[in-house]
């Protein structure tokens, strides 16, 4: 017998999806299912995944950790979150709930103008502590990596400011952070629109060039025109940034296409969206990241159609898109009810949208995101015998027991 760090043992059932890429189709539907599953770990990644009778005769260990009969799964990845801000947005609720649109009480000085304004006041030891205790509760709920965007700075000094707490969050959560730069959320009211896009374009993209891994931008009425959402890519890829867009969450301006061709990793909300901009997705294997969550809480009534994009071949993730304006909710469990009642997915296509395919839209899916040899050894423990019952017990939080690369949280 070889002695290992760790074993799972006695889980009523083991699901993973499998692969190192994106399943788009029918492949996004299949789940890997082992009955009374186990897992065993070694230096922090999978070294095999199999029945607890087999693995318990291969392997010894000091470390045995017992499901309770409850779903081993892989460690939710939240791909799409705008976690470090300050202040809060609980006033605009009423403005929503009255039906006043999003984009209106943007238009009106609110939204992300408010969050600007609190994030812009308050330290970096402030910003920290917040998002450290948005972080926890994440892991609690099974979220074992997520992104964090900037964009709440919208000035020089702020954005900057905002990648280096990101950083710092990286170095002290037992999360793995990925850090996007989305200094292109809206444009500011204190700069001119022409010098604010030129320092994006350039100072920008060379000074933060060890902060972001990726650049995002917001395309929409009142954020950025198509013209401009194609000079900041194409800089940003050109400066050697991986790219990812917000398009077609309320308006269809043409963009989802354009990105994909540019390379972008992911294309996220597309609440609207052309068929032939879905073809072109696909083609390119471009994520469709999709955020029931933003729906739910604006009560916009627009759901994404997964059932198209799943036909058409596009990768499809979920994420909270976790913020103090459109979701203020962190919790991935939520999302996956969500995307089973209101967008039609399966469970499975759920699971793997929250998981293999979001670790995909984040350029992880080879390490992350799935229960196999050679893996990141992130797993969760569910008190549930069986994965329908994520979607059946919606908005609470089902999760016992979070493994991050291979230690027990």
Known sequence: MKKIDSLIINSSMLITPLGKTAKTGKDAG?????KNGAVAINDGKILEVGTTEKLTKKYITEQTIDAKNG?????????????????SRENEMAKTLAGTPYLKILKDGGGIHSTVKKTREETS??????????????????????????????????????????KALNAKSELDIVSTFLGAHIVPKDIPREQYIDWLCTTALTEFKDLAEFVDIFTEDNAYTLAETKKILQASKTAGYKIK????????????????????????????????????????????????????????????????????GVPVALATDFNPGSCPSFNMQFII???????????????????LNSAYAIDRA????????????????????????????????????????????
């Open 125 to 166: 030891y402030e910003l920290e502590n917040s998002a450290m205790k948005r972080l926890d509760l994440m892991l609690a709920h099974g979220t074992t990596t997520a992104e964090i965007k900037t964009g709440y700075g919208l000035e020089p000094d702020t954005e900057k400011k905002l990648l280096k707490v990101i």
């Open 245 to 312: 867009i917000h398009a077609g969450q309320f308006n269809d301006l043409k963009a989802s296409g354009f990105a994909s061709d540019l390379g972008a990793v992911s294309i996220d909300h597309l609440e609207h969206i052309s068929d032939s901009q879905l073809k072109t997705m696909s083609k390119n294997k471009t994520c469709a990241v999709l955020m029931p969550g933003v729906v739910y809480y604006l009560n916009t009534g627009k759901y994404a159609d997964a059932r198209k994009m799943l036909k058409l």
């Open 71 to 87: 779903l081993i799964m892989p460690g939710f990845v939240d791909c799409h979150t705008h976690l470090v801000y300050g202040g």
């Open 337 to 355: 009810s969500l995307a089973c009642k209101e967008m039609k997915m399966t469970i499975e296509e759920a699971i793997t949208s929250a998981t």
């Open 30 to 34: 299949v789940l890997k299912q082992i």
């Open 366 to 409: 080879k390490y992350i995101g799935s229960l196999e040899k050679g893996k990141q050894a992130d797993i969760i423990i569910l008190d549930i015998d069986n994965p329908w019952k994520i979607p059946y017990h919606f908005g609470g939080n089902l999760v016992t027991t979070v493994i991050k690369n291979g230690e027990l949280i």
